[in-house]
């Protein structure tokens, strides 16, 4: 069964940046959609960003808005967050998520792409201080 592989993650200083990346283990057809989730210790997981296949429809939370980007590459069916000015709030486990191929989405919307991920990596950690 193909999985998602995260890197990227790592100890960073506040106001650096960091890339993620996520590409499956093994060969799969395109994904519907890709994007990030990020979980901290006693809390919930807190979807961060989603990223339609055709890279026209990206969604963020309001808390990585101005400071994250998502981006994905269709031929390596591949997706990366850079994250940019990062902040201690930062610091979690980062998750990479999919949408299988044949996913049917009506309307995609922010919550419709966030909710068609459902196949998830291992998580890459994230922190974020001096």
């Known amino acids: 069964q193909v999985q998602l592989v995260e890197s990227g993650g790592g100890l960073v200083q506040p106001g650096s940046s960091l890339r993620l990346s996520c590409v499956p283990s093994?060969?799969?057809?395109?994904?519907?959609?890709m994007g990030w989730f990020r979980q901290v210790p006693g809390k919930r997981r807190e979807p961060i960003s989603c990223?339609?296949?055709?890279?026209?429809?990206?969604y963020y939370a309001d808390s990585v808005k101005g400071r994250f980007t998502i981006s994905r590459d269709i031929a390596k069916n591949a997706v990366y967050l850079q994250m940019d000015n990062l902040k201690s709030d930062d610091t979690a486990v980062y998750y990479c998520?999919?949408?299988?191929?044949?996913?049917?989405?009506?309307?995609?919307?922010?919550?419709?792409?966030?909710?068609?991920?459902?196949?998830w990596g291992e998580g890459t950690s994230v922190t974020v201080g001096s």
């Open positions: 998520a999919a949408a299988p191929p044949g996913t049917v989405v009506v309307t995609l919307t922010r919550e419709a792409c966030f909710n068609a991920l459902i196949t």
């Open positions: 990223i339609s296949r055709s890279d026209h429809n990206q």
């Open positions: 093994g060969p799969t057809s395109a994904y519907y959609a």
